[in-house]
Nanobody, 115 residues
Framework: QVQLVESGGGLVQPGGSLRLSCAVSGIAISTYSMGWYRQAPGKLREMVSIFASNNNTNYAASVKGRFTISRDNAKNTAYLQMNSLKPEDTAVYYC?????????WGQGTQVTVSS
């Protein structure tokens, strides 16, 4: 059984930082592209960042320069370091693992940026 478990979310003040983790079991993430997405209330889920299996990375324009995606294949875990957080970053953050047509999702972790 494949499981992706996000953690690290919470309440943070504007300008603060959080580090999200996505711990994966049941597959070896080394052959998967790992991605982070977010969904704010009333909005569609949007891509935040992707770390491909070929080590290429991609970021949404809204987070470029503030967020950093990484992965530790030995720990089977992906991370999202979020700095200079803004209220508009408030959302549920999800990680996914993709290999071809196979996609697995985590259950999400809430990030709230508010003073």
């Amino acid at each position: 059984q494949v499981q992706l478990v996000e953690s690290g979310g919470g309440l943070v003040q504007p300008g603060g930082s959080l580090r999200l983790s996505c711990a994966v079991s049941g597959i070896a993430i080394s052959t998967y592209s790992m991605g982070w997405y977010r969904q704010a209330p009333g909005k569609l889920r949007e891509m935040v960042s992707i770390f491909a299996s070929n080590n290429n990375t991609n970021y949404a324009a809204s987070v470029k320069g503030r967020f950093t995606i990484s992965r530790d294949n030995a720990k089977n875990t992906a991370y999202l370091q979020m700095n200079s957080l803004k209220p508009e970053d408030t959302a549920v953050y999800y990680c996914d693992a993709v290999n071809g047509h196979t996609v697995y999702w985590g259950q999400g972790t809430q990030v709230t940026v508010s003073s």
